[in-house]
């Protein structure tokens, strides 16, 4: 139980020093963050916080909790310009 509960503190992502874990260079001249991408994604999420899950916070809006409508159009947009794909790029920016 006790070996469990270290590991648990010790790979848990919310864990400080999990985070700011540092890996050095054999020769000792470089240093960088072990986990930086988790890191950038830990400090993604808690910047952007406030705007996660606006749709559960103001069911009254009646808010989408998807992009796929917006996605489903771009994807119609890029069917009919790949139909127009022999026209050279300049003809087709112009249309």
Known sequence: ???????????????PLYL???????DGTQKWYTHKRLRSAYSSLKCNLTYLFIFEQNRELDTPNTTNIPEGR???LKTQKRCHAGV????NLNN
């Not at 700011?20 to 054999?26: D, K, L, R, T």
């Open 20 to 26: 700011n874990e540092i890996s050095f260079h054999e």
């Open 88 to 91: 050279s790029n300049e003809t």
């Open 74 to 76: 771009f994807g119609e």
């Open 1 to 15: 139980m006790l070996k469990n509960r270290f590991t648990l503190l010790r790979h848990s992502y919310f864990n």
